[in-house]
């Protein structure tokens, strides 16, 4: 399985960005996919998750009402749109999958299985 991210970039304070997640390598009817997070010095911590059939998502409280993850099955795709972008929400962007059904822990990195390089993204105050 591979995970492609991109669509990351330098922006300013309640700018908009999306983000792109291509999937390969499997059939992921059954995947959850996720994205993760990692800021300069910090640990790495859950942005957001969606089930392959696109009916349930998770979000963090620190993102939800702004970010909107959602998935293109055609395109084996996942996308995360963030709004209102702030500069805490700057860091290295890296999209995940799971091999099954949304898991219990759904905010924790070693539930899923395989994961993509980041994709950088700069918020300027």
């Known amino acids: 399985v591979q995970l492609q991210a991109s669509g990351g970039g330098l922006v300013q304070a309640g700018d908009s960005l999306r983000l792109s997640c291509a999937a390969s390598?499997?059939?992921?009817?059954?995947?959850?996919l996720g994205w993760f997070r990692q800021a300069p010095g910090k640990e790495r911590e859950f942005v957001a998750a969606i089930g392959w059939s696109g009916v349930s998502a998770y979000y963090a409280d620190s993102v939800k009402g702004r970010f909107t993850i959602s998935i293109d099955n055609a395109k084996n795709t996942v996308y995360l749109q963030m709004n209102s972008l702030r500069p805490e929400d700057t860091a290295v962007y890296s999209c995940?999958?799971?091999?099954?059904?949304?898991?219990?822990?759904?905010?924790?990195?070693?539930?899923?299985?395989?994961w993509g390089q980041g994709t950088l993204v700069t918020v300027s105050s």
């Open positions: 995940a999958a799971d091999r099954g059904q949304i898991p219990s822990k759904v905010s924790q990195a070693y539930e899923y299985d395989y």
């Open positions: 390598g499997d059939t992921f009817s059954s995947y959850t």
